[in-house]
């Protein structure tokens, strides 16, 4: 069954009708761990805010579980559980006073569906009598995962839950997820880092409000039609700099350690001489993985 | 052999009450170097930035900074540095122009230096048609790539860097970095934090807090080897899953 | 039922582990009247002044003529009995009245001494002290002119007499004012930040989000700055009546019921800024100009009304606090009932009723 379905949604904004989500469709399944990757801009809150009825489209239609986001506005509230960019949780309240708040606004108790947020409760629960404001951005995070539970929603929106959040912290945030989605709950994510993209069962490439590409991590990075080129060499710098000014390269970019690169026409060989012929030295060339990141730059171009 | 070190830093400490939020940290970067700063949430970046701009004064320790002191010459150390934030770089309210003329201005330019700079910075980028848009009208990309020039609009011997690429997409990442490549290239020291770890790669030399400490400093390369790790985001992952501290 | 109370529980925890916040909502009022206490002045001009004059000799004419000249005070005059004069104070035009005696210049030409009686309303009590120093001194000046002709000066005594707050109490005039001034603050400042607040920190996003009724979530708000300023309200009272000592006059009752009424009218307006702004900042600029300004320029607490040009005179009137500073010292002073102002009592109802239903009809179940 399909748990979120959207239809040309648009959404614009002031005088002069700036289009922030330009006719995006997709669906979710139920149970999926689906996520919305772009940069920030591309329209991603204010789908996110559409979805959970807080803002209204100027266009196309949506449903949450089988709800209408504009008609049945009231049924969704009570059905999903949010969790909006920003740290929001109520900073002078203790973690267990922002739980306990959030679950009776929702009409339930924290006893009542304990067993959801047990996993992720227990960690923060030592600091239960500490105010929000004082916590670490992990612990906060955490915190706001559980209040957004607390209902049991049937379907779950996360905003870009790992913004600012340190590569740890982003691992252990992930690994909740993974078992939440153990739960049946539809969780939706969107993210501006391309290397969270894999964790998702499927992903909506997002740029400037359009969708440039929805599919499985898999067989989105599958899809990719060149082949691609991984190149290192000790002067980053120059590297870079030589591929660009290449006659064969379609397209060249830092990655990591390496430059990624696709040619037209890839003969290795011949690529290696010319590197070291402009002069640059520890010249490394192989097949590169292709990565979301590799698509969307792609997408892009 | 010249002394190239641009900064240099030795058992800088700062303490508040009991917490000691920056623990001795001992290191050097030397002139166009590409030092990228690491280190989980509340490790501690943020408060040695703020030393090592001359905006905190250190507890304990020593550190110059292009030559200056930063308990005493904290004056000289500000005209000699750039800082560029995620968070706060650019007025939104007032146009590309204004704010390239005002922190020229601030940084004591004169109005020949101003209107020949602004020309440039403006050709550069290609943003001649926004030259008189509201910053706030811009897309994120350009906002960061505006503010780092305009970081180095005053040609500082080091420019800071605070989360400089969050949320910008992976395409206008990479001019970000072409351009810090550039600066590089040009003798500027560039000093920056980020939690894009293939970003750690494209320094020159990495370091890593854990609670308040500097537990590694190397190249990128030496680090994955000594770790044994495939990528910087392994290392990482490794040194800070033992940390204590939150922010 | 059970969600409005975890909310308004909430919110309580909020008033209460916000110490600075706290500290300036119940240390405001003590501040306040101190200060307003020690530091008033204000100017009085073209006062209406009521002269009896049973004399109707050289000498008092003479004086009149002074009195009329000076710049401060309009004359009128009528021969009224005692009674009659203080029934003209009540019907508030008259700030003073000046008396002079059946035989007042015989006293002087034959006892070199008389007296004027100069009587004010002092629950306006700045008011009335100047209007009494200017007289004493106009009637000083005669009194010395008239000396230098003279072997026995003559000596003139004004006989001054207080009305309705004869030791001259200060806090008579301004506890009113303080009310007013304190109610607002709390009331519209800080029910509109604590609103707006929750727009900027995002947790109204969630809220919007949630099944709770948003109307709801504005009342829930509500309610505790309600039962704060009640609270301040009698610490304002305690305040006045065992420090300054300075007992209510009227029904504490009806005190209590129309100042409820008037936190009411102030929590309206705080909902309404809240609805239409976005930041903290901005709501706290828009209190303190377009709600605390008003308050202290038109309420009469501190600028008298009647000293205003006309067009000032009529904005004063959609002032709410002017009726409610109105109300307050009737009850509190002169020790009024309903059935004397109802006609205030009337308006601010009508206020409330206005204000409540704009923000409620403005208020949004979405964002933007």
Same mark, same amino acid.
């Given at each position: 069954m399909e748990a979120v379905v959207v239809k040309n949604l648009v959404k614009t904004y002031g005088k002069e009708q700036t289009v922030a989500v330009d006719n995006v469709s997709f669906s979710v399944e139920q149970g999926e761990l689906f996520g919305l990757i772009g940069p920030d801009g591309a329209g991603k809150t204010s789908i996110f805010r559409m979805l959970t009825t807080s803002l209204l489209p100027d266009g196309g239609s949506a449903s949450v579980d089988g709800h209408d986001i504009v008609q049945d506005f009231r049924r969704i509230r009570s059905s999903v559980g949010y969790m909006p960019g920003k740290f929001s949780l109520?900073?002078?309240?203790?973690?267990?006073?922002?739980?306990?708040?959030?679950?009776?606004?929702?009409?339930?108790? /924290?006893?009542?569906?304990?067993?959801? /947020?047990?996993d992720i409760y227990v960690q923060i629960e030592p600091f239960k009598n500490r105010r929000a404001g004082k916590l670490s951005g992990g612990m906060k995070q955490k915190l706001a995962l559980c209040c957004a539970l607390i209902h049991k929603p049937t379907t779950l929106f996360l905003d870009e839950p790992t913004t600012g959040v340190d590569p740890v912290s982003r691992k252990e945030f992930w690994e909740m997820l993974r078992r939440l989605k153990e739960q049946r709950i539809t969780i939706l994510v969107?993210?501006?880092?391309?290397?969270?993209?894999?964790?998702?069962?499927?992903?909506?490439?997002?740029?400037?409000?359009?969708?440039?590409? /929805?599919?499985?991590?898999?067989?989105?990075?599958?899809?990719?039609?060149?082949?691609?080129?991984?190149?290192?060499?000790?002067?980053?710098?120059?590297?870079?700099?030589?591929?660009?000014?290449?006659?064969?390269?379609?397209?060249?970019?830092?990655?990591?350690?390496y430059a990624h690169a696709t040619f037209h026409d890839t003969d290795t060989h011949a690529l290696q001489a010319y590197l070291r012929g402009h002069g640059l030295t520890g010249v490394e060339v192989k097949g590169a993985e292709v990565t979301i990141e590799d698509t969307f730059i792609k997408l892009l171009h | 052999m010249q002394d190239d070190r641009v900064i240099v830093c030795e058992k800088l400490t700062k303490r508040f009450g009991d917490f000691i939020a920056t623990n001795e940290i001992t290191f050097d970067v030397h002139k166009g170097e590409i030092f990228g700063f690491l280190g989980a949430n509340g490790a501690g970046k943020t408060t040695a930035m703020r030393m090592l701009c001359g905006l905190s004064s250190p507890s304990s320790g020593k550190a110059t900074i292009a030559g200056y002191d930063v308990y005493t010459q904290t004056e000289q150390i500000k005209k000699n540095i750039g800082y560029m934030s995620q968070k706060f770089s650019l007025y939104e309210n007032l146009t590309v122009r204004e704010n390239i003329e005002f922190f020229g201005g601030i940084y004591g330019l004169s109005d020949e230096q101003i209107r020949t700079k602004t020309a440039q910075l403006l050709q550069r980028l290609g943003m001649q048609n926004e030259a008189n848009k509201l910053v706030a009208s811009l897309p994120l990309g350009w906002k960061q790539k505006l503010s780092f020039s305009v970081a180095v609009l005053h040609e500082p011997k080091i420019v800071f860097l605070d989360e400089p690429t969050g949320g910008v997409d992976p395409v206008t990442r990479r001019q970000f970095w072409d351009m810090i490549y550039e600066a590089a290239d040009s003798g500027i020291t560039v000093f920056v934090?980020?939690?894009?770890?293939?970003?750690?790669?494209?320094?020159?030399?990495?370091?890593?807090?854990?609670?308040?400490?500097?537990?590694?400093?190397?190249?990128?390369?030496?680090?994955?080897?000594?770790?044994?790790?495939?990528?910087?985001?392994?290392?990482?992952?490794?040194?800070?899953?033992?940390?204590?501290?939150g922010d | 039922m059970k969600q409005f109370l975890a909310f308004v529980r909430k919110e309580f925890y909020h008033v209460l582990r916000d110490?600075?916040?706290?500290?300036?909502?119940f240390g405001m009022p003590i501040a306040q009247i101190l200060i307003f206490g020690f530091a008033l002045t204000n100017e009085v001009k073209d006062s209406e002044i009521l002269v009896v004059d049973y004399a109707k000799d050289n000498a008092s004419q003479e004086l009149l003529t002074r009195i009329g000249a000076s710049r401060y005070f309009n004359i009128r005059q009528a021969a009224l009995s005692h009674k009659e004069i203080l029934g003209t104070f009540q019907k508030g035009k008259i700030k003073a009245v000046v008396v002079f005696p059946v035989n007042f210049n015989e006293d002087l030409l034959h006892h070199n001494k008389a007296q004027v009686q100069i009587i004010t309303d002092a629950s306006d009590v700045n008011t009335a002290n100047m209007i009494t120093n200017y007289l004493s001194s106009i009637i000083m000046d005669y009194q010395n002119q008239v000396n230098q002709n003279l072997e026995i000066p003559y000596r003139i005594t004004p006989e001054v007499r207080m009305l309705y707050n004869p030791q001259l109490k200060g806090a008579h005039g301004f506890v009113p004012g303080v009310m007013a001034l304190v109610l607002l603050l709390v009331s519209v400042m800080m029910t509109a930040i604590s609103i707006v607040r929750e727009k900027e920190t995002g947790t109204m996003e969630i809220l919007l989000v949630s099944p709770f009724k948003p109307v709801l979530v504005i009342f829930a708000k509500a309610f505790p700055y309600l039962a704060l300023s009640l609270?301040?309200?009698?610490?304002?009272?305690?305040?006045?009546?065992?420090?300054?000592?300075?007992?209510?006059?009227?029904?504490?009752?009806?005190?209590? *019921?129309?100042?409820?009424?008037?936190?009411?009218?102030?929590?309206?307006?705080?909902?309404?800024?809240s609805?239409?702004?976005?930041?903290?900042?901005? *709501?706290?600029?828009?209190s303190l100009m377009g709600m605390l300004l008003p308050t202290m320029m038109f309420s009469g607490f501190l600028f008298p009304i009647e000293n205003m040009p006309l067009p000032l005179q009529i904005i004063s009137n959609i002032v709410p606090s002017k009726w409610f500073y109105i109300i307050v010292k009737s009850i509190m002073i002169k020790g009024l009932g309903i059935s004397a102002l109802w006609k205030e009592t009337l308006i601010l109802l009508g206020m409330t009723v206005f204000l409540l239903l704009v923000s409620l009809k403005s208020f949004k179940i979405r964002l933007q």
């Open positions: 109520y900073q002078d309240l203790t973690i267990e006073e922002n739980l306990h708040f959030f679950a009776t606004v929702f009409g339930t108790t /924290i006893e009542e569906n304990y067993h959801l /947020i047990k969107s993210t501006p880092y391309m290397d969270e993209a894999s964790l998702c069962d499927r992903i909506a490439l997002i740029q400037g409000g359009k969708i440039l590409s /929805i599919d499985t991590p898999q067989n989105i990075v599958n899809a990719y039609p060149d082949k691609l080129l991984a190149i290192k060499a000790n002067e980053m710098y120059k590297l870079l700099k030589v591929l660009e000014s290449h006659p064969g390269v379609i397209n060249s970019y830092a990655f990591g350690e | 934090t980020t939690h894009y770890m293939d970003e750690a790669e494209y320094c020159h030399r990495i370091s890593i807090m854990v609670d308040g400490k500097m537990e590694v400093l190397d190249t990128p390369t030496n680090l994955k080897n000594s770790f044994h790790a495939r990528s910087m985001d392994e290392v990482f992952y490794q040194l800070a899953r033992g940390a204590k501290r | 110490r600075r916040t706290l500290l300036i909502l609270v301040n309200v009698t610490a304002i009272l305690l305040l006045s009546v065992f420090v300054l000592d300075l007992p209510v006059k009227g029904s504490v009752a009806l005190l209590f *019921a129309e100042s409820t009424l008037f936190i009411i009218t102030c929590l309206a307006l705080g909902i309404f800024i609805i239409e702004t976005d930041s903290q900042q901005i *709501a706290m600029l828009i």
